[in-house]
Every structure is written in C-alpha cells, then in structure tokens.
C-alpha cells in the first residue's frame, strides 16, 4: 500500500504540467493580458466558492495525492490542483479562444474521464457526489466563464466588483493555506480540528474580502490603509478572545505580515479590475 500511494502524486503532475502548459499558452497568444488574469482569478473564484460548499461542508468527496504528509492538508492540496489550476486553467482557454459548446462539451467528458479514472486508481474518492454531476456541472462552468469575460469587456458594474471581490477572496485562501500548512494559525469552534479550520478559514476570506472589495471608490491613501489595517488586527483579535483564532505564537501582531501583504495586493487588484482592464 505503501509504495502503490508514492505513484499518487504522478497522474496530479501530469494534469499539472498540461494544464500550466495550456495556461503558459493561453498568456502567450493574448495580448489583454491584464484582463485574462481578472477572469483567470473570476475562475478560480467561482470553482472556490463552488468547492468550498461540496468539499469543505459537505464532504462529497477526498483527493488523494499523497503530497503532503498530513491526510487533511494533502487532500486539500488536490482540491487546489482542481479548482485553482485544472478546470479554471482550462475555462480560461476555451474563453479566450472563443470555443464553442462542442469543445465545452469535449472538456466536460474529459474531466468526467479522468474523475472516474482517478477513482478507479483509487487517488481520488467519492462519498456521496457521481461523476454524473461533473458531466452535467462543468459546461455550465464554462458557459458562465464565457459569460463572464463578455461582461468584463463591458465593465458591468457587478461583474467588475465580484471579480476585485474574488481576486481578494482567492489570495487570501491561498495565503491562508500556507500559513495553515506551516502551523501559524488555525480556525475553529472547541477542537479546532482540520475540518472546522477550512470551514471557517475560507469564510473569514470571504467576509475580509466583501468588506474590502466595497471600498472600490476610496483613495488609497496612508490614513485609510492603516485605518484598514486596524480593522482587520480588530477581527483577529476578536476571534482569538472568542476562541475561534489560534497563533502559533498567540499574539494578534503574529499575523500582521498577511494583513499588509493583502491591503497592498487588493489597492493593486482594484486598480486592475477598474482602470486597467479596458
């Protein structure tokens, strides 16, 4: 059993080399490039959202890469792979190559494919979801990425504010994640097992986010950054009196770096989304 979970991690590669590859030529042949990104993070956005309700509450399933040591955070690797890289990656392609509903349909077969191989292969496992589900799922997928890049190059004002919304949401996901992984902070209720961590770390993201993609229309100046900055040590500071927020070095100030890093990167987004995507 042992040796058979070392060749996990290879079908995992091989769909990453692909799908980077498909990314790397997608940037290539584009010369919006600004703009593929706002709809490359709109993508991995939804397929968050999406899997942050199928996997992380409702368990449908559990990837098996065999990456990482502890079973939680690998399996969370592989939902990574999936919902950040392999169908986002490939949504943006069929976007900016203006593919039509035969190729989304080929891309859906393709991924119920390779779901079901993985399963036989026994690198991936399914609770209560069916491959059935991705087949039917995923060109509605790609119907609303399509859909979505159209109203970027409008600018629709809803489309432009969820996109900044989820350019904030998924770095501060992935963010999280890592600081996760190197045993800096962790999320829960009483226990503050795995499973509750990456139901709250998520839905600290997105409510951090909301808040901070609503100040679309404020001056990024030194005052309201720092007045932003408190805010959020405000939040962290709560959530550890409740027992809900745990550092490593159980001090608020431990988490500061991220806080910075994410008010610099969402001025950064906004001015993307709203000045240099026309």
Same mark, same amino acid.
């Given at each position: 059993?042992?040796?058979?979970?070392?060749?996990?991690?290879?079908?995992?590669?091989?769909?990453?080399?692909?799908?980077?590859?498909?990314?790397?030529? =997608?940037?290539?042949?584009?010369?919006?490039?600004?703009?593929?990104?706002? $709809?490359?993070?709109? /993508?991995?956005?939804?397929?968050?959202?999406?899997?942050?309700?199928?996997?992380?509450? &409702?368990?449908? !399933?559990?990837?098996?890469?065999?990456?990482?040591?502890?079973?939680?955070?690998?399996? *969370?690797?592989?939902?990574?792979?999936?919902?950040?890289?392999?169908?986002? &990656?490939?949504?943006?392609?069929?976007?900016?190559?203006? +593919?039509?509903?035969?190729?989304?349909?080929? $891309?859906?077969?393709? &991924? $119920?494919?390779?779901?079901?191989?993985?399963?036989?292969?026994?690198?991936?496992?399914?609770?209560?979801?069916?491959?059935?589900? =991705?087949?039917?799922?995923?060109?509605?997928?790609?119907?609303?990425?399509? #859909?979505?890049?159209?109203?970027?190059?409008?600018?629709?004002?809803? *489309?432009?504010?969820? %996109?900044? @919304?989820?350019?904030?949401?998924?770095?501060?996901?992935?963010?999280?994640?890592?600081?996760?992984?190197?045993?800096?902070?962790?999320?829960? @209720?009483?226990?503050?097992?795995?499973?509750?961590? @990456?139901?709250?770390?998520?839905?600290? %993201? *997105?409510?951090?986010? &909301?808040?901070?993609?609503? =100040?679309?229309?404020?001056? /990024?100046?030194?005052?309201?950054?720092?007045?932003? +900055?408190?805010?959020?040590?405000?939040?962290?500071?709560?959530?550890? #009196?409740?027992?809900?927020?745990?550092?490593?070095?159980?001090?608020?100030?431990?988490?500061?770096?991220?806080?910075?890093?994410?008010?610099?990167?969402?001025? !950064?987004? #906004?001015?993307?989304?709203?000045?240099? =995507?026309?």
């Amino acid at each position: 059993m042992r040796r058979r979970k070392s060749y996990n991690k290879y079908p995992y590669l091989i769909l990453l080399i692909i799908h980077s590859s498909l990314l790397i030529f =997608t940037f290539y042949k584009n010369k919006n490039r600004k703009q593929l990104f706002v $709809a490359l993070i709109s /993508n991995i956005g939804m397929a968050y959202i999406f899997e942050y309700f199928t996997y992380n509450l &409702f368990k449908a !399933y559990r990837y098996k890469p065999a990456m990482l040591k502890n079973k939680n955070l690998d399996s *969370i690797l592989g939902a990574v792979f999936s919902q950040a890289i392999f169908i986002p &990656f490939t949504a943006l392609f069929i976007t900016s190559f203006h +593919l039509g509903w035969k190729f989304k349909l080929f $891309a859906s077969i393709y &991924f $119920a494919s390779i779901e079901h191989l993985f399963v036989r292969l026994g690198i991936y496992t399914q609770y209560w979801w069916k491959t059935t589900y =991705t087949l039917v799922l995923l060109p509605i997928y790609f119907w609303i990425t399509s #859909k979505w890049d159209e109203h970027l190059k409008k600018r629709t004002p809803a *489309i432009l504010f969820v %996109s900044s @919304f989820n350019l904030i949401m998924v770095t501060s996901v992935n963010i999280l994640f890592l600081e996760s992984f190197m045993g800096k902070l962790r999320f829960g @209720f009483h226990r503050h097992t795995w499973y509750e961590h @990456f139901i709250l770390m998520p839905l600290y %993201s *997105i409510i951090v986010g &909301f808040f901070t993609a609503r =100040t679309k229309d404020v001056k /990024n100046s030194l005052f309201v950054n720092v007045k932003f +900055l408190g805010y959020r040590l405000l939040l962290d500071w709560l959530l550890v #009196k409740a027992k809900i927020l745990k550092f490593n070095q159980k001090n608020v100030l431990n988490n500061l770096p991220y806080h910075v890093l994410m008010i610099m990167l969402s001025n !950064y987004y #906004k001015n993307i989304v709203y000045k240099k =995507t026309e």
